[in-house]
């Protein structure tokens, strides 16, 4: 039996390396060599949420990194729209669109996954992009109505939803037997 070596074995030297290029980045900017760089504190939250997307997605990390991840990106994303080019009156007009993104990635994630996990997730997945895509035109102004008066006459739709959905599982469960 061949004795196994440590699972990272330069995890020190990144971690070193990156804490070496922070302290640099930060003494540059508190010597007043960079100006403008508090616009972009957000990028820390994005890129560490990416990377914690990135560990679950392709390295089979722990599942509560989903969350985590998704919490961070999208929180950076924000942050850094709102400190850089967006103003507060932009970001809510658009703000279903992180809806989406959330539910995307919990059906991506989801997809991973098999059984009672995957319709755990990908349902509340899909749930989460419809409703961010009902939204979405009234944020924007596509729709003019108001979303109350639109949600009082359309509601039934729901009903004609469900029935493909129902439909679909039935012709894709008689297509397996």
């Given at each position: ?7 990272y ?5 990144v ?5 070496i ?9 508190t010597?007043?060599?960079l ?9 820390l939250?994005?890129v560490l ?22 919490f961070?990106?999208?929180?950076g ?43 755990s ?7 989460i ?16 109505d ?8 359309w ?23």
């Amino acid at each position: 039996m061949v004795a196994k070596g440590p699972r990272y074995p330069n995890k020190y030297l990144v971690f070193s390396i990156v804490l070496i290029l922070i302290g640099i980045v930060l003494l540059l900017w508190t010597g007043g060599y960079l100006r403008g760089l508090e616009a972009l504190w957000p990028v820390l939250p994005l890129v560490l949420g990416l990377g914690f997307l990135y560990a679950v997605f392709l390295r089979n990390a722990r599942q509560s990194y989903v969350f985590l991840g998704m919490f961070l990106a999208l929180g950076g994303a924000v942050m850094l729209l709102m400190t850089t080019v967006m103003t507060r009156v932009d970001l809510i007009r658009i703000w279903p669109v992180f809806m989406t993104v959330t539910g995307v990635s919990l059906v991506a994630y989801g997809m991973k996954k098999r059984g009672v996990r995957r319709i755990s997730l990908t349902i509340p997945g899909y749930a989460i992009v419809v409703l961010s895509l009902v939204f979405l035109p009234f944020s924007l102004d596509l729709i003019r109505d108001d979303f109350i008066e639109a949600v009082g006459t359309w509601w039934p739709s729901l009903f004609v939803v469900l029935g493909v959905v129902l439909l679909f599982v039935y012709f894709s469960r008689r297509q397996r037997d």
